[in-house]
């Protein structure tokens, strides 16, 4: 009679098996929520046992898929840098959100950036303005640490977990002493932007909104900068909200296909 149980590799697949499906429920459950979620509400939310997602969210945490955010949980930033490529598709993110960064310039006549994370640095991969602001936008750099901008704060913020994951990223103990701390993440996680009156052109007020692609997870960070105090502007709050808003329902609306090179066509 042959033996009825599973021989161990068959075993070893089920369990693998079973495993990859319950972490993509947890990966799921990040998404949706769109903000750090605890362990107890990420168990419940998925059904998952609390021992086990914990397991299962150690070894995502591991390959950088989740990080940890003090005592919760957020999308770590392997899963970000996969959002990004896989959302721009065959044409550039910048391509599709043109019309909305234009929209936004033409409502409120301040300098329009888009910007994307690489690594301890924000890139700035579209830059619109007028006759105005002409003078002032060479002394701006495409490429600039992080922490130095509205951008790359609030970018930072959805993406940085434990301080041994900040060291990861690569910034040096400047940049760590710069980067937005634990109760600065929480307020711009709630609020929805970043607001930094450091701007690297004295004179300027920046605030930025995340560019969400699938799954909620952000893709790149819309800023807006203004010689007048972009928060006490609420036509110009409200412009940026919409753009952003309006830019992230385009993207989710992308063909979600894997892109044929390894990096998307903006990243310089």
């Known amino acids: ?12 697949s089920s369990l693998s098996a079973d495993a990859i499906g319950r972490a993509v429920r947890l990966i799921e459950g990040l ?12 168990a419940r939310d998925t059904s ?64 329009v950036r888009l910007a994307v994370l690489r690594g301890k640095d924000v890139v700035y991969v579209e830059t619109l303005h007028g006759h105005a602001h002409a003078a002032l936008i060479p002394e701006v750099p495409d490429r600039m640490p992080a922490a130095s901008t509205a951008s790359g704060r609030l970018l930072l913020a959805f993406t940085m977990g434990t301080a041994p994951r900040q060291r990861r990223l690569g910034a040096d103990s400047a940049s760590r002493a710069d980067a937005p701390n634990a109760s600065e993440r929480g307020a711009m996680l709630r609020d929805g932007f970043a607001h930094t009156e450091r701007s690297p052109t004295p004179g300027l007020d920046s605030v930025a909104v995340p560019v969400l692609g699938d799954g909620s997870v952000p893709v790149a960070a819309l800023e807006l900068a203004m010689t007048t105090p972009v928060l006490r502007s ?35």
């Open 48 to 111: 998952l046992p609390k021992s086990t997602a914990y397991r299962l969210l150690q070894t995502l945490s591991r390959h950088e898929m989740v990080a940890r955010s003090q005592s919760r949980y957020i999308l770590g930033p392997r899963m970000h840098a996969l959002a990004a490529m896989v959302t721009a598709g065959s044409r550039s993110v910048s391509q599709h959100l043109m019309p909305y960064l234009l929209d936004l310039h033409r409502h409120t006549g301040g300098i």
């Open 1 to 12: 009679m042959a033996d009825a149980r599973a021989s161990p590799t068959s075993d070893i």
């Open 31 to 42: 998404a949706s929520s769109g903000q750090p979620v605890s362990l107890s509400s990420l």
């Open 234 to 268: 609420h036509s110009a709050m409200a412009a940026l909200r919409e753009a952003a808003l309006a830019g992230s329902d385009a993207l989710r609306t992308l063909p979600m296909r894997p892109p044929h090179r390894r990096r998307p066509s903006y990243e310089p």
